[in-house]
């Protein structure tokens, strides 16, 4: 019976298999796994609150202020844009191409209700800031406690 029977353990077949099983099942849910980048990506956020606002940040490199726009309803945020490819591959050759392009939408719920008059954004080396004020019916008031 020796070793006809033994296989050797090769960890990544089994990374491989795991990700075809993950490839099948998004396949099943979402009707499939894009192949390219073009088109499919969403900045990541970061999002802080303090008494008086909410900040998000968002990266966004590679665009211009032009290309981003933000809308806010209520507590939920919308950023959206396009990074654009450049057309001109005229003479060069591409050893890889990791870098997403094309259109993106990212809709945030924020934990509360904005003032959506006086939010603003700014847009610097490659990150938006978004700052939400919160509306002063919402800020915590101080009421100070008499003692008799």
């Known amino acids: 019976m020796g070793d006809k029977y033994l ?15 993950m490839d099948r099942l998004f396949s099943g849910l979402f009707g499939g796994v894009p192949e390219d980048r073009e088109g499919f990506w969403a900045p990541v956020v970061d999002i802080e609150e ?10 966004v490199p590679g665009m211009i202020r032009e290309d981003i726009k933000v809308s806010v ?18 003479n060069k050759t591409f050893h890889r191409i990791e870098r997403s392009y094309g259109r993106f939408s990212r809709m945030i719920t924020l934990p509360t209700d904005v003032d959506a008059d ?7 080396d490659g990150v938006l800031n978004i700052s939400l004020p919160k509306p002063e019916s919402i800020k915590p008031k101080h009421i100070d406690v008499e003692i008799k």
């Open 7 to 21: 296989s050797r353990w090769e960890p990544f077949r089994d990374m491989l298999s795991l990700r075809s099983d």
């Open 50 to 59: 303090d008494n008086d606002k909410i900040m998000v940040k968002a990266e």
């Open 73 to 90: 309803q209520g507590n939920l945020l919308t950023i959206t844009g396009e990074r654009k490819q450049e057309n001109e591959t005229k």
């Open 118 to 124: 006086k939010v603003k954004a700014s847009y610097k």
